[in-house]
Protein backbone atom coordinates (compact mmCIF):
# COMPACT_ATOMS: atom_id res chain seq x y z
CA UNK A 1 0.00 0.00 0.00
CA UNK A 2 1.88 3.67 -0.66
CA UNK A 3 1.71 6.41 1.58
CA UNK A 4 -1.35 7.95 -0.34
CA UNK A 5 -3.28 4.97 0.75
CA UNK A 6 -2.56 4.53 3.82
CA UNK A 7 -3.02 8.11 4.94
CA UNK A 8 -6.63 7.81 3.04
CA UNK A 9 -7.10 4.26 4.93
CA UNK A 10 -6.65 5.93 8.61
CA UNK A 11 -8.93 9.10 7.16
CA UNK A 12 -11.73 6.50 6.27
CA UNK A 13 -11.42 4.30 9.19
CA UNK A 14 -11.01 6.83 11.55
CA UNK A 15 -14.33 8.29 10.17
CA UNK A 16 -15.91 5.19 10.28
CA UNK A 17 -14.99 3.69 13.66
CA UNK A 18 -15.83 7.40 15.78
CA UNK A 19 -19.39 8.28 13.47
CA UNK A 20 -20.01 4.47 15.10
CA UNK A 21 -18.27 4.54 18.64
CA UNK A 22 -17.52 7.86 18.88
CA UNK A 23 -14.06 9.14 19.94
CA UNK A 24 -13.30 7.94 23.00
CA UNK A 25 -14.60 4.37 21.27
CA UNK A 26 -11.73 4.77 18.62
CA UNK A 27 -8.25 4.28 19.97
CA UNK A 28 -5.77 4.70 17.72
CA UNK A 29 -5.18 0.52 17.71
CA UNK A 30 -8.43 0.00 16.27
CA UNK A 31 -8.17 2.56 13.85
CA UNK A 32 -4.96 1.33 12.19
CA UNK A 33 -6.43 -2.45 12.34
CA UNK A 34 -9.22 -0.62 10.24
CA UNK A 35 -7.10 0.67 8.01
CA UNK A 36 -5.02 -2.05 7.71
CA UNK A 37 -1.45 -0.61 7.98
CA UNK A 38 0.41 -1.17 11.47
CA UNK A 39 0.08 0.62 15.30
CA UNK A 40 2.58 3.40 14.47
CA UNK A 41 2.16 4.25 11.07
CA UNK A 42 -0.52 6.71 11.85
CA UNK A 43 1.79 8.39 13.60
CA UNK A 44 4.14 8.93 10.09
CA UNK A 45 1.22 10.98 8.71
CA UNK A 46 -0.59 12.53 11.39
CA UNK A 47 1.37 14.01 14.29
CA UNK A 48 -1.60 12.75 16.60
CA UNK A 49 -5.08 11.22 17.14
CA UNK A 50 -6.22 15.15 17.62
CA UNK A 51 -4.48 16.17 14.24
CA UNK A 52 -6.39 13.38 12.62
CA UNK A 53 -9.85 14.01 13.50
CA UNK A 54 -9.65 17.55 12.79
CA UNK A 55 -7.96 16.00 8.82
CA UNK A 56 -10.95 13.65 8.45
CA UNK A 57 -13.12 17.10 9.62
CA UNK A 58 -11.48 19.06 7.45
CA UNK A 59 -12.04 16.45 4.34
CA UNK A 60 -15.37 16.09 5.20
CA UNK A 61 -16.55 20.18 5.05
CA UNK A 62 -14.12 20.35 2.17
CA UNK A 63 -16.34 17.71 0.74
CA UNK A 64 -19.73 19.30 1.97
CA UNK A 65 -18.90 22.89 0.79
CA UNK A 66 -18.06 21.39 -3.28
CA UNK A 67 -21.43 19.99 -3.07
CA UNK A 68 -22.78 23.44 -1.99
CA UNK A 69 -20.85 25.55 -4.66
CA UNK A 70 -22.29 23.11 -7.45
CA UNK A 71 -25.13 25.35 -9.20
CA UNK A 72 -24.76 27.82 -6.03
CA UNK A 73 -27.06 30.80 -7.50
CA UNK A 74 -24.79 33.74 -6.35
CA UNK A 75 -26.58 36.61 -7.12
CA UNK A 76 -29.86 35.13 -6.46
CA UNK A 77 -32.13 36.35 -3.33
CA UNK A 78 -30.80 35.15 0.19
CA UNK A 79 -33.90 32.91 0.54
CA UNK A 80 -32.86 31.36 -2.95
CA UNK A 81 -29.06 30.86 -1.70
CA UNK A 82 -30.53 29.65 2.29
CA UNK A 83 -32.55 26.92 0.26
CA UNK A 84 -29.76 26.02 -1.62
CA UNK A 85 -27.76 25.62 1.06
CA UNK A 86 -30.89 24.04 3.23
CA UNK A 87 -31.37 21.27 -0.05
CA UNK A 88 -27.50 20.35 0.02
CA UNK A 89 -26.86 20.02 3.74
CA UNK A 90 -29.95 17.31 3.23
CA UNK A 91 -29.38 15.18 0.31
CA UNK A 92 -25.45 15.83 1.79
CA UNK A 93 -26.24 13.78 4.84
CA UNK A 94 -28.34 11.20 3.34
CA UNK A 95 -26.03 10.45 0.78
CA UNK A 96 -22.95 9.97 2.85
CA UNK A 97 -24.90 9.02 6.43
CA UNK A 98 -21.28 8.27 7.99
CA UNK A 99 -20.01 11.89 7.44
CA UNK A 100 -23.89 12.79 9.03
CA UNK A 101 -23.09 10.69 11.76
CA UNK A 102 -18.82 11.85 12.45
CA UNK A 103 -20.08 15.40 12.20
CA UNK A 104 -22.59 14.98 14.83
CA UNK A 105 -20.12 13.16 17.11
CA UNK A 106 -17.35 16.24 16.22
CA UNK A 107 -20.30 19.12 16.66
CA UNK A 108 -21.04 17.52 19.72
CA UNK A 109 -17.31 17.58 21.41
CA UNK A 110 -15.07 19.86 22.53
CA UNK A 111 -13.65 19.56 19.06
CA UNK A 112 -16.50 20.97 17.39
CA UNK A 113 -17.02 23.80 20.04
CA UNK A 114 -14.13 25.48 19.34
CA UNK A 115 -14.22 24.97 15.80
CA UNK A 116 -18.09 26.63 16.04
CA UNK A 117 -16.73 29.15 18.31
CA UNK A 118 -14.02 30.41 15.64
CA UNK A 119 -16.03 29.83 12.64
CA UNK A 120 -19.35 31.65 14.02
CA UNK A 121 -17.25 34.24 16.04
CA UNK A 122 -15.16 35.30 13.07
CA UNK A 123 -14.63 38.53 12.13
CA UNK A 124 -11.97 37.76 9.47
CA UNK A 125 -12.11 35.10 6.34
CA UNK A 126 -15.30 33.94 4.64
CA UNK A 127 -18.03 31.69 5.54
CA UNK A 128 -20.61 31.03 3.07
CA UNK A 129 -23.64 30.31 5.72
CA UNK A 130 -22.30 33.03 8.06
CA UNK A 131 -21.85 35.52 5.12
CA UNK A 132 -25.44 34.81 3.87
CA UNK A 133 -26.86 35.23 7.79
CA UNK A 134 -24.81 38.76 7.53
CA UNK A 135 -26.02 39.80 4.32
CA UNK A 136 -29.50 39.02 5.89
CA UNK A 137 -29.47 40.91 8.38
CA UNK A 138 -27.87 44.00 7.39
CA UNK A 139 -30.73 44.21 4.57
CA UNK A 140 -33.22 43.24 7.53
CA UNK A 141 -34.15 40.37 5.47
CA UNK A 142 -33.77 38.01 8.88
CA UNK A 143 -34.46 38.84 11.98
CA UNK A 144 -31.85 40.89 13.88
CA UNK A 145 -30.57 37.75 16.13
CA UNK A 146 -26.86 36.54 16.65
CA UNK A 147 -25.89 34.64 13.84
CA UNK A 148 -26.23 31.10 16.50
CA UNK A 149 -29.15 31.76 17.04
CA UNK A 150 -30.48 32.08 13.55
CA UNK A 151 -28.44 29.01 12.78
CA UNK A 152 -29.80 27.36 15.38
CA UNK A 153 -33.34 28.20 14.51
CA UNK A 154 -32.42 27.48 10.48
CA UNK A 155 -30.37 24.33 10.59
CA UNK A 156 -30.99 22.76 13.73
CA UNK A 157 -33.99 21.23 12.53
CA UNK A 158 -32.69 20.37 9.54
CA UNK A 159 -30.12 17.65 11.51
CA UNK A 160 -33.27 16.46 13.46
CA UNK A 161 -35.09 15.55 10.40
CA UNK A 162 -31.57 14.18 8.96
CA UNK A 163 -31.15 12.28 11.96
CA UNK A 164 -35.50 10.89 12.16
CA UNK A 165 -35.06 9.80 8.23
CA UNK A 166 -31.82 7.64 9.06
CA UNK A 167 -33.48 6.13 12.20
CA UNK A 168 -36.58 5.38 10.23
CA UNK A 169 -39.28 8.18 12.55
CA UNK A 170 -40.47 10.18 9.06
CA UNK A 171 -39.31 9.11 5.48
CA UNK A 172 -38.57 12.49 3.58
CA UNK A 173 -39.17 13.10 0.20
CA UNK A 174 -38.50 16.19 -1.86
CA UNK A 175 -41.94 17.43 -0.68
CA UNK A 176 -40.99 17.45 3.10
CA UNK A 177 -37.77 18.51 2.59
CA UNK A 178 -39.28 21.62 0.46
CA UNK A 179 -42.06 22.13 3.23
CA UNK A 180 -39.01 21.77 6.13
CA UNK A 181 -37.06 24.84 4.67
CA UNK A 182 -39.65 26.74 4.14
CA UNK A 183 -40.38 26.13 7.60
CA UNK A 184 -36.91 27.07 8.68
CA UNK A 185 -37.22 29.69 6.91
CA UNK A 186 -40.13 31.29 8.02
CA UNK A 187 -38.58 31.27 11.57
CA UNK A 188 -35.80 33.65 10.53
CA UNK A 189 -37.32 35.85 8.10
CA UNK A 190 -39.14 38.86 9.14
CA UNK A 191 -42.48 38.74 8.96
CA UNK A 192 -43.43 39.71 4.90
CA UNK A 193 -40.11 39.09 3.57
CA UNK A 194 -39.95 36.48 0.74
Request: with cysteine.
Amino acid sequence: MDKICKRSELLRAAQEIIALNGFHGAPTALISERANVAAGTMYRYFESKDALIHEVFRHLEERFFRSIMEAYPAGRSIRERFIHIGKIFIHHCLTFPMDFRFLEQFHNSPYGVVHRRDKMLAEQGSDIMRDLFDEARRRRVTKDLPNPILFALAFGPLLDIVRDHILGFIALDEGLIESTLDACWDAVKFAGED
